[in-house]
């Protein structure tokens, strides 16, 4: 089979990071570098800082990404995107225009002979009642009708502004850390989950902005992703083996 790619959180078009096209940029040339082998690439969220779809509106710029995810689709190759917490409101138009295929729930799913679950991971095994309380009015239908009723020029600068001030906070505070085994939530969810559903061999997640390739049991794994804004990584699977890089312009062979 051909490899098949994972990524996530690049946070495209974030205002609270500088050199923003630089960073889309290096994006679009990984995956011009893999559209010739790969058989599918796997969004798992966050690649936009924040992304609402109008009926006849959706955001400024991004134009690289989308050119190159249309070319990927042309050529054959799967594109799946994976709603994250900042970019919940896609719709449709990154199907209709793009030819993704657009998950906005966990996906369990056998590729090769291994059993896959993928998600974002915003919501599974966090304890926070503030971040799931937004998560619930994020998701809401009524909410996203109301939202939808602000004209784009004061939409969008609202979007914009509350995901700049998200970043901000976590840039300014230490780098996201590893929790260990007993605390992650990530991995306590993937525990729980692997006892009711002990034939998942990978568990892949993105959100946490952490690399980590843990063995939950001889069969089964958990991995999260890093991000494309400091780790640059990405999963590979050959059908036999699953394993993560980090993109190195002139350096890696994806």
């Known amino acids: 089979m051909k490899p098949i790619y994972f990524l996530s959180d690049a946070h495209l078009g974030c205002r609270a990071l500088k050199h923003g096209r630089t960073q889309e940029r290096r994006l679009v040339r990984f995956l ?3 559209k010739e082998k790969a058989g599918a690439v796997y969004l798992l969220g966050d690649v936009f800082d924040f992304w609402y779809e109008y009926k006849h509106v959706v955001p400024k710029g991004h134009t690289r990404l989308l050119g190159k995810l249309s070319e990927l689709t042309d050529l054959g190759v799967e594109v799946h ?4 917490n900042h970019d919940i409101w896609a719709y449709d138009y990154l199907e209709k225009e793009c030819g993704a295929v657009l998950h906005r729930q966990a996906l369990t799913m056998e590729l090769g002979d291994k059993l896959f679950f993928m998600a974002h991971g915003d919501g599974l095994g966090d304890p926070d009642r503030k971040f799931k309380f937004l998560r619930w009015l994020f998701r809401n239908r009524v909410c996203q009708t109301l939202f939808s009723a602000l004209h784009p020029r004061w ?12 970043m901000q906070k976590h840039l300014n505070e230490e780098p996201p850390r590893y ?13 729980d989950y692997l006892r009711t559903h002990p034939d998942v061999n990978y568990f892949i997640f993105g959100h946490r902005h952490i690399e980590l390739d843990l063995m939950l049991s001889q069969s089964s794994r958990v991995m999260i992703l890093g991000d494309w804004i400091s780790h640059f990584t990405y999963a590979v699977f050959d059908g036999d083996r699953l394993w993560m890089e980090n993109y190195i312009e002139g350096e890696t062979e994806p």
């Open 155 to 166: 939409g969008m600068e609202l979007g914009l502004t509350w995901a700049k001030h998200s």
């Open 32 to 34: 011009d570098s893999i």
């Open 179 to 191: 929790m260990g085994e007993d605390s992650e939530p990530l991995v306590l969810f993937a525990k």
């Open 81 to 84: 995107f994976f709603t994250g």
